[in-house]
């Protein structure tokens, strides 16, 4: 099964989790897999700290991504300690899950999603403490809850309008974190809309949206995105042309696709060049 509680969270809502930080980290990295060589372990929280350990399965068994959640636990503050016990029930946990069986998402009613909430609330008693459980579940519960209110309130409003006057009357009961998540996953995808606009209706929309201050670096960041692929698919045409010079080794050839890549962009954009280039390469 593929991750099933995180994959039902990333459809509900707009509200995700981000589980690797792309900065350098001047700690120990002897508890990393090679991919996480360059990332800083996330401690958002005592669950983002076991995904991001656990994302190492497959370039390491799980005898050996639990030596090096045990390592970095170690090297931790007694504050900051996430306890590899919990580590541990929260991997049988994880296991657990498989139980529930694979899940059409989009296919999920009330009922369905209902029945889910309650077997997952009953799997995560066996594994935790109320207090774990608050801990590592507490914005997941919450999230899937509001889906449900939101189902609930779609069956029992008249239309569209209707809906959306509840569903606003239900925002004003949220924290005020969720409310502002809510309400800025709305505003992504109303500026989603506007992106198949031409280019004035575009911007007009877009200012009545977010103001014109915002409209101004939306555009100019359009441009720059539009430059930037410009010179991404020139590159792409010197290279090919590169790799299909039969007077060349293959050796050869790298070299001056390095070069041509050096020249072409910044070292900055090195990473994210080579990047695009392997997944192109699978198209």
């Known amino acids: 099964m593929k991750k099933t509680v995180l994959a039902l969270i990333g459809v509900i809502s707009a509200v995700g989790a981000v589980y690797i930080y792309h900065d350098i980290d001047p700690s120990n990295s002897s508890?990393?897999?090679?991919?996480?060589?360059?990332?800083?372990?996330?401690?958002?929280?005592?669950?983002?700290?076991?995904?991001?350990?656990?994302?190492?399965?497959?370039?390491?068994?799980?005898?050996?991504?639990?030596?090096?959640?045990?390592?970095?636990?170690?090297?931790?503050?007694?504050?900051?300690?996430a306890k590899l016990?919990?580590?541990?029930r929260y991997i049988k946990y994880r296991k657990?899950?498989?139980?529930?069986?694979?899940?059409?998402?989009?296919?999920?009613?009330?009922?369905?999603?209902?029945?889910?909430?309650s077997r997952l609330l009953e799997l995560q008693k066996q594994f935790f403490t109320p207090e774990q459980r608050q801990q590592l579940f507490s914005e997941e519960a919450q999230l899937r809850h509001i889906a449900l209110r939101q189902m609930e309130l779609r069956q029992?409003?008249?239309n569209d309008a209707d809906y959306n006057t509840l569903w606003q009357q239900e925002l004003q009961t949220l924290p005020e974190n969720?409310?502002?998540?809510?309400?800025?996953?709305?505003?992504?995808?109303?500026?989603?809309?506007?992106?198949?606009?031409?280019?004035?209706?575009?911007?007009?929309?877009?200012?009545?949206?977010?103001g014109p201050a915002a409209a101004d670096r939306l555009a100019h960041l359009r441009s720059e995105r539009a430059e930037f692929q410009?010179?991404?698919?020139h590159y792409l045409k010197r290279r090919d042309k590169i790799e299909s010079d039969s007077s060349m080794g293959?050796?050869?050839k790298n070299r001056a696709v390095q070069k041509l890549r050096q020249t072409m962009f910044s070292a900055k954009q090195q990473r994210r060049i080579q990047a695009l280039e392997s997944i192109y390469a699978q198209q």
């Open 85 to 88: 016990d919990l580590f541990n």
């Open 31 to 81: 508890y990393k897999v090679t991919s996480q060589q360059d990332t800083k372990v996330d401690k958002s929280s005592p669950r983002d700290t076991f995904e991001y350990f656990l994302s190492g399965l497959g370039e390491a068994d799980l005898p050996t991504i639990k030596q090096h959640f045990k390592e970095y636990d170690q090297l931790q503050d007694m504050d900051e300690q």
């Open 156 to 158: 029992i409003a008249a």
């Open 96 to 117: 657990a899950l498989q139980n529930i069986g694979n899940l059409n998402i989009k296919q999920l009613n009330y009922a369905a999603l209902k029945k889910l909430d």
């Open 250 to 252: 293959q050796d050869a």
């Open 230 to 233: 410009n010179t991404f698919d």
């Open 178 to 210: 969720l409310q502002k998540s809510y309400r800025n996953a709305s505003l992504l995808g109303q500026l989603q809309k506007t992106d198949k606009m031409a280019g004035q209706d575009r911007y007009l929309q877009q200012e009545e949206l977010v």
